[in-house]
Every structure is written in structure tokens, then in C-alpha cells.
């Protein structure tokens, strides 16, 4: 007999593995029928525990936006999350891989809204006429599950094994370049590990952040003003430890990298 999902349990389990860089095992091991519009709810919690720490919402991410990585988890669309304040990375300011269980880092453009954006019919030329400005950036993920094993209902639990974030440049008006056409590289301890374009990203990263929206919208919420989006990953992550360091280099964007401790 299968153990009844408690939420809230589920939630805390989260938040104590994280806080205390633990890792633990997949929820699925224990409830095999965890679904993914319970596991969204198991990550309002989390994200709930963090607010009530004192933390605030600053944005939203996406991930598994490329077809590769659906096909592998055997699921037919992308997953979100979402970004509090503390996950902020300033430029200049180290990783700090002891708050992290096994943190990895991906090659990601950011765009930072200039007005709110919501509904169901969201397109990707409403989130460029919505945006200010887009950024390099690179995602700092952290499973909270042992050796990143997970389903899908694990990771969306999980808050998309959101961790961290870092921004690059000064910004770029998105409506004076073809973001699917902007290439990028990711360096590791100096060496060339990755290469990629903006199309690597649901062809578009736009429609990536569209598609975002519109996931939203089926739980009555949306994106606001001010706040950034991650648009997922242009390329595999690449796991860090201290004294690592990463670059990302994009064409037009600019660069951004993060030394870590």
C-alpha cells in the first residue's frame, strides 16, 4: 500500500536538505504516484518556507526547455521554478560551494521585465515588447537529491534544483538583436567545455519565457515587472567545486563568470 503524500512533510524535507546541504532521496522512491500538479504544489511549500524566512520572490526559471532532455525524462514539456533574493550572486562575489549539496553551473540568458506578463496566451513577441533588458547568466543549480537522481515530479518539487544566479554585462535591448541567433561558449578552468546558440532553447528563448507565462497562468499567476527569468539551459551543466572557475562569453551580451570558494 502506498504511503499517502503529505505536502507539507514533503516540503519541509526540501527546505531541511537544502539548509543543511543534505542530500536525500527521490520522493518517487517512497511515493511512486507523486504526480506533476503535486509536486507543483509541494513546491509552492518550499518556496512558501523560504518567503516566510524572510526571503523575497525576485523571478522565475525554467528547465528541460530543450527536446533532448524531455525525451530523456520522458515528458512532453518543460518545468519552472522559482528565485528568491538570497539566490543572487552579485559579480565579483564567489560561489560559495559549502551552501551547496553538489552544485552545478549552466549557460542561461536572463531578461529582466519591464512590465508585468500574464495569461494564457502569452507569445513570444509579448515577453521581448514586456522585457527591459536581457543579460549572460549562468544558473546555478543544486539538486537537493543525491547524485541528481530524480523524475520529473522530483525536480519540479524540488524547485527546479533552483540554487543560484549570476548576471553579466550591462544589458542589451532584446529588440535590437535575433536571440536565436546569439552564440555563446562556456568555459571551465579555462577550457572550451560547450558551445551553443539561443535557438538551443524551445527555438527561441523568448518562447521559452512564454511558455513559462502560460504554465503560470494555469495556477492563477503571473510575472511582474522588475523581476528576472531564466530561460534554461543552452548547454549541459557543468559541476563546480572550489576553487573553480566559469565564464560564459555570449556574442552581442556580453560576458559574465563566477570564481568559486
Partial sequence: MTTPIDKTVLAATLVEAAANATGIQPLTNTWPDLDADTAYEIQDAVVQARVDAGRVIVGAKTGLTSAAKQKQMNVGEPLSGILTDDMQIDVGEPLVCSRFIQPRCEVEIAF?????????????????????????????????????????????????????????????????????????????????????????VMGHPAAAVAWLVRKLAQRGRGLKAGQVVMCGALTEAVAVQPGDTVVVRFDRLGTVEVACR
Fill in 112 to 200: 529582466l521585465l519591464s512590465s508585468d506578463l500574464e495569461g494564457p496566451g502569452v507569445t513570444a513577441s509579448d515577453v521581448i515588447a514586456a522585457t527591459a533588458l536581457v543579460f549572460p547568466a549562468i544558473d546555478v543549480i543544486d539538486s537537493r537529491f543525491t547524485g541528481y537522481k530524480f523524475s520529473y515530479p522530483d525536480v519540479i518539487a524540488d524547485n527546479c534544483s533552483c540554487a543560484g544566479f549570476v548576471l553579466g554585462g550591462q544589458g542589451i535591448d532584446p529588440r535590437g538583436i535575433d536571440l536565436r541567433l546569439v552564440g555563446c561558449t562556456l568555459e571551465h578552468n579555462g577550457q572550451l567545455v560547450a558551445t551553443a546558440a539561443g535557438a538551443a
